[in-house]
């Protein structure tokens, strides 16, 4: 289903490091080293939405250079207030399909917008995501629908211009379906003003968590996720309560590009710890994300959503796959007191 875009930013997620579970994308600050001088004197094509140049089938790869441009637009994606100059490019697809943009061969701090079928009416935007220093720019898995025209404009932060290479390729299509006996998360279907309650973990106030029961067969969920409202994603937290040492695997397909974390939830700072992360993976929408971890007794969580913070339609679905864990062999002597940890 279809959901309005009027979002702003794509960025991955930063592995091993604070805030990479967040559900809102943290803003770095930063100084502008301008690599080019715009010299303003515009072109005939490409330099506005009125003369773009034309995109006529992908994937599509083109190098040039921005300086020599006019600056007509500018997006905040996060930073506001750009005065570079920028080139526009339009395609216009004959089916609906979901298309990456790169900018990351380019030689400038760029920045990277698409308007549907006119100024303003913003379908999705990156600044920072990649590149030699993380400057240049990246959108992912695009949504893109029959019967509109879509420009791309190559822009720039601040007022940096250069050497850019814009590459647009279309994306197979995904499509995840609910396995048969799959356990449902349930979650309400995010969306504009979304408040997180349902499974957001150290993400929402106060936490909560998802509790699995162990189980010796592969537990299997299926659920929804997607981004909304401005650098916002939905993130979604499951528990585990381990008894004696196991080793557990946690694998994800999803429609969107998907990170998964297995988090350690018995730190003494429980989610105010920055380090509560034992491991992460990311994949592709319909590509597999997989971890594998040994722990002892404790608590654990198990984190999936969006690898990026917009341009995910919310209710795109999801299935996770949980290997390993396992409760007390029947013999073991179990207290009253574990048992009911266990369903806290």
């Known amino acids: 289903?279809?959901?309005?875009?009027?979002?702003?930013?794509?960025?991955?997620?930063?592995?091993?490091?604070?805030?990479?579970?967040?559900?809102?994308?943290?803003?770095?600050?930063?100084?502008?080293?301008?690599?080019?001088t715009p010299t303003y004197e515009g072109r005939d094509v490409g330099d506005n939405i009125a003369a773009p140049i034309i995109v006529?089938?992908?994937p599509f790869t083109e190098t040039g250079n921005t300086c020599a441009y006019l600056d007509d637009y500018d997006v905040t994606c996060p930073y506001p207030g750009?005065?570079?100059?920028?080139?526009?490019?339009?395609?216009s697809p004959v089916s609906d399909v979901t298309v990456d943009v790169s900018l990351c061969g380019s030689t400038y701090d760029t920045k990277?917008?698409?308007?549907?079928?006119?100024?303003?009416?913003?379908?999705?935007?990156?600044?920072?995501?990649?590149?030699?220093?993380?400057?240049?720019?990246?959108?992912?898995?695009?949504?893109?629908?029959?019967?509109?025209?879509?420009?791309?404009?190559?822009?720039g932060y601040g007022g940096d211009c250069g050497d850019y290479e814009i590459q647009i390729t279309a994306a197979p299509p995904c499509d995840v379906v609910a396995p048969v006996g799959a356990i449902l998360e349930g979650e309400p279907t995010c969306g504009p003003g979304y408040v997180d309650d349902y499974n957001a973990g150290c993400n929402a106030e106060p936490a909560a968590f998802y509790p699995l029961n162990p189980s010796g067969d592969t537990i299997v969920l299926f659920g929804t996720s997607g981004t909304y409202d401005e650098m916002t994603r939905d993130t979604d937290w499951y528990e585990i309560y381990v008894q004696a040492p196991n080793t557990v695997t946690l694998s994800a397909v999803a429609e969107f590009p998907v990170r998964i974390f297995f988090i350690n939830g018995n730190t003494a700072l429980g989610c105010d710890d920055p380090e509560f992360v034992i491991s992460t993976a990311e994949a592709g929408p319909c590509e597999t994300a997989t971890l594998t971890e040994t722990v002892g007794p404790g608590y654990y969580w198990l984190w999936v959503g969006?690898?990026?913070?917009?341009?995910?339609?919310?209710?795109?679905?999801?299935?996770?796959?949980?290997?390993?864990?396992?409760?007390?062999?029947?013999?073991?002597?179990?207290?009253?007191?574990?048992?009911?940890?266990?369903?806290r």
């Open 1 to 36: 289903m279809r959901t309005a875009l009027v979002v702003l930013v794509v960025l991955l997620a930063a592995a091993m490091v604070a805030g990479a579970t967040s559900n809102r994308m943290t803003v770095a600050e930063k100084n502008l080293v301008p690599k080019g």
């Open 306 to 343: 969006p690898s990026v913070y917009a341009c995910q339609p919310c209710g795109l679905e999801y299935i996770i796959e949980v290997d390993g864990y396992v409760g007390p062999s029947p013999v073991d002597d179990v207290s009253w007191s574990t048992v009911k940890a266990i369903y």
């Open 82 to 91: 750009s005065t570079s100059p920028d080139v526009v490019y339009s395609y």
């Open 112 to 155: 990277v917008y698409i308007f549907e079928n006119a100024e303003g009416n913003v379908v999705c935007c990156n600044d920072d995501a990649c590149g030699p220093n993380g400057y240049q720019s990246e959108m992912r898995n695009v949504f893109l629908y029959a019967g509109n025209q879509y420009y791309f404009v190559v822009d």
């Open 56 to 58: 006529g089938s992908l």
